[in-house]
């Protein structure tokens, strides 16, 4: 039973851009979905704001004919009207405002002292994810590497540049820290459908806290430029498949560290004891 | 799956409340260490430092530091 939901979250593509999409991806997050209805919030006054412009311009220019007016009108002043197209304005970006300072600060806030910690470290042209929670040592982190899956390897209906082949595990509707650093270059960590970017950059630890709210599997891609391979990293991985009942069910309680079977198959992780490149 | 998991890790600091959490892990490592100094090698109260750097801190800078303090030329205020 458990094997058939893997295999049908593995291949079902989810959460990732659709060929020609022009909107945002769905939302998991309450960050995304802030940033969405914000976005519809603010595309409510541009189309005011576009169709009354385009009115008023394409009227002067239609009666700007030398047969039908011939004789132009002069204004130059207008009290009226002036103060009107000062007031106006003034008052439309405060109605942008209120709802974007509200999300913007409500975004940095972290109310709730997180759950778990990972840590996603970029590398020219992979990523490391370092699960270091339970350890015992400082030898012991549950570490993997995750690497694009090339073309020539991919299954039916997986998807061109975003599958890899470690995915990172992470429990649903939990509030996460993850920390992004790099090991080389700069890179960034974006998966567009939790609303979470952040740059990592090396010798610097970029904190972001997230809580997916549904179960899935996420596709993000690099979004700093990091040299020759750089459109073929994945940012976060893809941040797989977050289960929330499995994900506790199965990590052993305070064991030193979270060596569980499913986290381990999720993972696919190599070498999940510690050893890394 | 037959106990009770509780997922704990480090806890958000009022110290480091933004995004750069490199001092926020550095402070954790050297609270460590400074409490190992101070109160010996077996400790409760120490232990839980580490748990906090290991989770803030990543792999290869803990290697590094190790490395550092074991030569003597680890900068910063053990």
Known sequence: MIVLEWLFLTIAPCDAAEPWQLGSQDAASPMMQGIMDLHHDIFFFLILILVFVLRILVRALWHFHYQKNPIPQRIVHGTTIEILRTIFPSIIPMFIAIPSFALLYSMDEVVVDPAITIKAIGHQWYRTYEYSDYNSSDEESLTFDSYTIPEDDLELGQSRLLEVDNRVVVPAKTHLRIIVTSADVPHSWAVPSSGVKCDAVPGRLNQISISVQREGVYYGQCSEICGTNHAFTRAPGNIGRLLSPLWLSRTTPGASHPRSKLLQRAAGAVGSQGARQ | ?78
Request: hydrophobic share 30%.
């Open chain 2, 1 to 78: 799956m037959a106990d009770e998991i509780e997922l704990k890790t480090a806890p958000a600091d009022f110290r480091f409340p933004t995004t750069n959490q490199t001092r926020h892990c550095f402070t954790r490592y050297i609270e460590f260490h400074r409490c190992l100094a101070a109160k010996g090698e077996e400790s409760n109260e120490c232990e839980r430092f580490a748990k906090y750097y290991r989770s803030l801190c990543p792999g290869e800078w803990i290697e590094r530091w190790n490395e550092q303090r074991e030569n003597g030329t680890f900068p910063g205020p053990l």
